[in-house]
């Protein structure tokens, strides 16, 4: 996150002993248990890429942040002044006084302005940088194949650009910064005490490692304590999402009381951990309280007694406490720097892995140019495919078949036939191990992807909808598309009339998953979509197996209307739907078993009579 998410963490480490002792554990508990490895720190280099974009903003960061830990390095040595020269010697005098205070409020000044800028130009770089991987992440990702969302779950691919891209936020925007400022006000303090008191400065260096040891020890158990927290918040966060997606069959079984009381039992667990954690917590808060202030406490002694014995002047112990709490608040929010630096190294790693992935499904080198108009042939020639997932299973076996232009091919069998899988190949989604997949002659490896899908459009039998207004789900088709297209393709579609009813028209927002229209209705704007694609080669799986009779009526004549003059190729679940198709091919085990037309295939008694008796005797045949 940017500084300005938690501003009393960094700041606050340069003036608070106590907080800066007790920073580092801070780390562990908002570290959501992330256990880097030293050598993840070379995943920060693409961090640093994207960051070298902006030369200005980091100069004038830098800049700044220099500014401001000089100033702040100046004020211990305002206080002396005040009191050695306003209040020494002779008593001095209000002028005196005024002058020297005058002088430590233009500090001041100088340190809230430069603080501001650096708090700027530091927060900007985290949040610009952030910005700039996002997007090239997000890019890459829509280049890629479908295979390789089988293998990464986009809930995983959602959280490294959620919660990884914030880590890598708060290093970019926070911890450098404070790291740089803490380093320049660690050693100049350091430098500056020396010149005020050796000695003093001497058991100030001993004394650090004997507070930052108790507190690293602590902090470890701490840490292991805070990761089972942040699983059991998680264990919380899982249930309350699987029970509120299913909630209507919570209720319609009546189970809710059961899952009040699992719900119940997942934050006991979660309280009682995090008990734990607070009690450990507490317990090293006494220690970092105990042993700073003991340590201070001790150097202050010895520091009164060189005072009395004149060898340190009121302004110089002044000095020394104000530098010597700077000095320590400097190291202590540098301990934690190290463990951010892992964490956002893994998160860079992880999201480096997104932006290097490079796609199985691409254009060659020097992609064969479609013919020109698009006829609308596709063929299949001695295909044999196997998905990535599954490679010990073919989907499909020596499989040819030729789709003439404006043939209507129907593709039918029962379940797990390979019938998808012909047009996950036709829009090459994959490539086959062996044989080619057509357009126009063309075989489509040898094509550009976005050529040979801009000749095609597809209905899904699950129509897929986002969660915008009517009028960007229908040109999703066609961006370019007026109103008036839009408009005469939901005609076309039997669409025309439930959007002219919606609140807003064609700017009517329609939920997510078009949640705020029915099953068909849904289905009619795919096929409008699809209209609007005005593509040679159509594919439809089939569109009506989940409609009732009145939507299924509706969607089969605006079907209809899609298909003329088009290359079509149905996968068909109602075989009543598909007995005027030209040819109907039969699938079964990855091949085709039979061909023929409607009349045909019945006569035969094979496999499509089977399944049509069944269809007309029991029921529609279950969708694939």
Not at 225 to 244: C, H, Y
Not at 429 to 448: M, N
Not at 558 to 577: D, F, P, S, Y
Request: glycine share 10%; proline share 4%.
């Amino acid at each position: 996150m940017a500084e300005s998410e938690n501003p009393a963490k960094a700041p606050a480490a340069a003036n608070d002993p106590v907080e800066a002792g007790a920073l580092a554990v801070e780390a562990t508990e908002t570290g959501k248990g992330k256990r880097g490895n030293p050598r993840q720190l070379g995943n920060l280099a693409m961090i640093g890429k994207f960051a070298s974009a902006y030369p200005r903003q980091i100069a004038l960061a830098l800049l700044a942040l220099t500014v401001a830990a000089c100033a702040t390095l100046a004020i211990p040595a305002g206080f002396k002044l005040v009191i050695d020269r306003g209040f020494g010697g002779d008593g001095g005098s209000a002028e005196d006084i005024g002058r020297w205070f005058r002088y430590l409020f233009m500090i001041t000044v100088i340190l809230g302005l430069s603080t501001a800028l650096r708090f700027y130009f530091v927060s900007w770089l985290g949040e610009r940088v952030v910005a700039d991987i996002r997007l090239a992440v997000q890019r890459n990702l829509l280049g890629l194949a479908p295979s390789f969302f089988e293998t990464n779950r986009p809930s995983e691919i959602a959280s490294r650009m959620t919660s990884d891209t914030a880590i890598v936020e708060q290093v970019v925007g926070t911890t450098v910064s404070v790291a740089l400022r803490n380093l320049v006000v660690g050693i100049g303090g350091i430098a500056y005490l020396f010149s005020l008191a050796p000695k003093l400065t001497g058991m100030l260096l001993l004394g650090i490692p004997l507070v930052v040891l108790p507190i690293v020890f602590i902090g470890r158990r701490l840490e292991k304590v805070a990761r089972s927290s942040q699983d059991r918040v998680a264990n919380v966060g899982a249930t309350t999402t699987e029970v509120l997606a299913a909630m209507k069959i919570v209720q319609a079984f009546g189970q809710e009381e059961r899952e009040a009381a699992r719900f119940g039992d997942a934050v006991e667990t979660t309280f009682a951990t995090a008990r734990r954690r607070i009690t450990l917590r507490a317990s090293l808060t006494a220690v970092v309280i105990t042993l700073i202030f003991g340590a201070i406490t001790a150097i202050m002694w010895q520091g009164a007694i060189d005072v009395i014995e004149g060898r340190l002047s009121g302004g110089d112990i002044a000095a020394f406490v104000l530098t010597g709490g700077l000095v320590a608040g400097a190291f202590g929010a540098l301990t934690e720097v190290y463990g951010d630096l892992l964490r956002a190294g893994g998160a860079a790693g992880r999201l480096n892995e997104l932006l290097n992935e490079q796609p199985e499904i691409r254009a060659p080198a020097t992609p064969v140019v479609l013919p020109v108009p698009p006829r609308g042939q596709l063929s299949f020639q001695n295909v044999s495919f196997a998905y990535p997932t599954r490679p010990e299973t073919l989907a499909l076996r020596d499989f040819s078949l030729q789709v003439s232009p404006g043939e209507t091919v129907a593709i039918v069998g029962p379940s797990g036939a390979g019938k998808s899988t012909l047009f996950q190949l036709a829009q090459r989604f994959y490539d086959p191990q062996a044989g080619s997949v057509r357009i126009d002659g063309v075989a489509l490896s040898s094509a550009d992807p976005r050529e040979i899908r801009q000749r095609m459009a597809f209905v899904p039998q699950e129509s897929v909808l986002f969660a915008a207004s009517a009028r960007d789900n229908l040109r999703y088709g066609n961006w370019a598309a007026s109103d008036e297209q839009i408009w005469e393709a939901a005609r076309a579609a039997n669409a025309e009339e439930f959007l002219r009813k919606l609140p807003d028209g064609l700017d009517s927002y329609l939920g997510e998953g078009g949640a705020r229209l029915s099953g068909g209705q849904r289905q009619r704007i795919s096929i409008a979509r699809a209209l609007l694609r005005n593509a040679p080669i159509l594919l439809l799986d089939e569109a009506t197996s989940a409609l009732d009779a009145e939507s299924e009526k509706l969607v089969q004549n605006a079907l209809e209307r899609l298909m003329q003059g088009r290359t079509t190729l149905v996968i068909a679940h109602r075989l009543a739907t598909i007995r005027s198709a030209d040819r109907i091919f039969v699938m079964s085990d990855g091949g085709i078993v039979e061909e023929g037309t409607h009349d045909q295939l019945s006569a035969r008694n094979g496999l499509y009579a089977r399944l049509s008796a069944l269809q007309f005797t029991e029921g529609p045949l279950a969708a694939e």
